[in-house]
């Protein structure tokens, strides 16, 4: 119908990563897109950006969303599954401090419903408790160096950079 | 619960913005056992208004957080577990659009033809809180939990069709201060077309809690393929408390980010042609 076509438009080939909220009304274009284009020339730092994503699809999402099919009580003490906004949350933070050369941390379900997500290694002992979206208490030491101070308490206001420097030296020593 | 609110004072204002979608959303901790027939019930209650309906995929749960690098495109991964479908239902004309599925509720204006007037932000709230209560309502009466919001989201999509009657593509230092289209050498003489993204943290008390970002889509008009850029503007952030109340007071404050996000990336030359009218 031609009122229908009135307000729809043709996406030009920009990258729309916007997407979340998108009513489906374009439609695809049958040339070659800059989306393509990006893809294709994509700079150093968002390719390795895109191999901290493929790991995270391949190697820890199965296992979160087998924690979130737990039943109830999986521990013996009444512990529910993992919430599964919780497991979006968990992800959404993994992505956003994980660098292409950081160890892939343990992750095990906690009796509240929520995740332990750890790293022991390379002298470095770095815990994130993450009970709910926005609830995460963090525990960090490294037992090599004193440059580094430890970390014990809440992370406040979602700021995750408080995990920076721990993150830099899991992927850096 | 949650009242309607007059237009905040001192809140740019347009007599004829370029708007021809709002969407608002609220996300909320999932509903595990919320399935396609709780749909059902919910659409039974909203059929009179809302007698068309379809499913599509669902759209992945975002959250805003700082510090560490910021989310680059909306972290989205490939899920592995089938996911229960999102619902919409919509209005006989399709202006009014409700989404749903089990951790998301929108409410999606759309201008369906260049008659259509935008009705205002404050009128669709308030059809929004009360799809979100009856939502709620619902949920509570199936034994299905409550809504605990824990990310709200207005976007606005504006379509700008020409400047001076010239093509909004390779005019956008027209559109927008954030591009001069200036360059160091003249070898490439004459801009085809160009696209913008930005992003900004929202803080409150100096304290993040959102975002907002900007999108310049140049585009083609699918009625007679003329050169249109869109330009979107999303805020998203966390509600103070996981509440309905909560999320429509953050909802406010983010529409409210937003028209002043529109202001600030767009030319006193367009607000003219838009009709600014809340300066002489």
């Given at each position: 119908m031609l009122f229908d076509r009135a307000v729809q438009y043709i996406a030009d080939s920009f990258p729309r990563d916007l997407g979340v909220t998108t009513t489906g009304r374009r439609v695809e274009t049958g040339r070659l897109s800059f989306e393509r284009f990006w893809q294709e020339y994509r700079s150093s730092v968002e390719r390795e950006e895109l191999d901290v994503k493929r790991k995270l699809e391949i190697q820890v999402l199965p296992q979160l969303e087998e924690f979130t099919r737990y039943p109830v009580g999986w521990n013996s003490y009444g512990a529910p599954p993992l919430r599964s906004d919780t497991k979006d949350f968990a992800l959404s933070v993994l992505s956003s401090i994980l660098k292409p050369r950081t160890p892939l941390p343990h992750i095990a379900p906690s009796s509240t419903g929520g995740l332990h997500i750890e790293w022991h290694e390379k002298g470095i002992d770095l815990e994130l408790h993450?009970?709910?979206?926005?609830d995460c208490d963090v525990w960090f030491c490294d037992s090599r160096t004193s440059n580094a101070p430890p970390i014990s308490g809440k992370i406040a206001n979602a700021d995750f950079g408080v995990l920076g420097e721990a993150i830099d030296l899991l992927t850096s020593r | 619960m949650p009242t309607s609110h007059d237009r905040p004072p001192g809140l740019p204002d347009f007599k004829s913005p370029p708007v021809t979608e709002v969407v608002l959303s609220v996300q909320f901790a999932?509903?595990?056992?919320?399935r396609g027939v709780h749909a059902g019930l919910y659409w039974r209650e909203i059929r009179d208004e809302y007698p068309v309906v379809s499913e599509q995929v669902p759209i992945a749960s975002a959250f805003e957080t700082f510090?560490?690098?910021?989310?680059s495109s909306g972290f989205q991964l490939h899920l592995t577990a089938p996911q229960p479908a999102r619902h919409w239902f919509e209005t006989a004309n399709g202006e009014h659009l409700v989404q749903l599925q089990q951790d998301r509720i929108l409410h999606n204006w759309r201008k369906r033809s260049p008659e259509m007037e935008y009705p205002r932000y404050e009128p669709l709230r308030d059809k929004f809180i009360g799809e979100v209560e009856r939502l709620n309502a619902l949920v509570k009466k199936e034994g299905l939990g409550e809504i605990r919001p824990n990310q709200c989201e207005v976007t606005y999509i504006n379509t700008i069709a020409s400047v001076e009657g010239k093509s909004p593509h390779d005019h956008l230092s027209h559109i927008t201060p954030?591009?001069?289209?200036?360059?160091?050498?003249?070898?490439?003489?004459?801009?085809e077309t160009t696209g913008i993204q930005t992003k900004y943290v929202l803080r409150k008390n100096d304290v993040p809690y959102g975002r907002v970002y900007i999108n310049f889509i140049p585009a083609f008009s699918a009625a007679d393929y003329s050169p249109v850029v869109q330009l979107e503007v999303t805020t998203r952030g966390k509600p103070d408390e996981e509440s309905i109340a909560a999320a429509f007071v953050l909802l406010d404050e983010e529409r409210a980010a937003v028209v002043r996000a529109f202001t600030s990336v767009t030319t006193p030359l367009m607000h003219k042609e838009w009709g600014r009218a809340d300066v002489v």
């Open positions: 993450i009970i709910a979206p926005y | 999932a509903l595990s056992s919320f510090g560490a690098a910021p989310p954030l591009w001069t289209g200036n360059l160091s050498e003249p070898f490439l003489a004459a801009l």
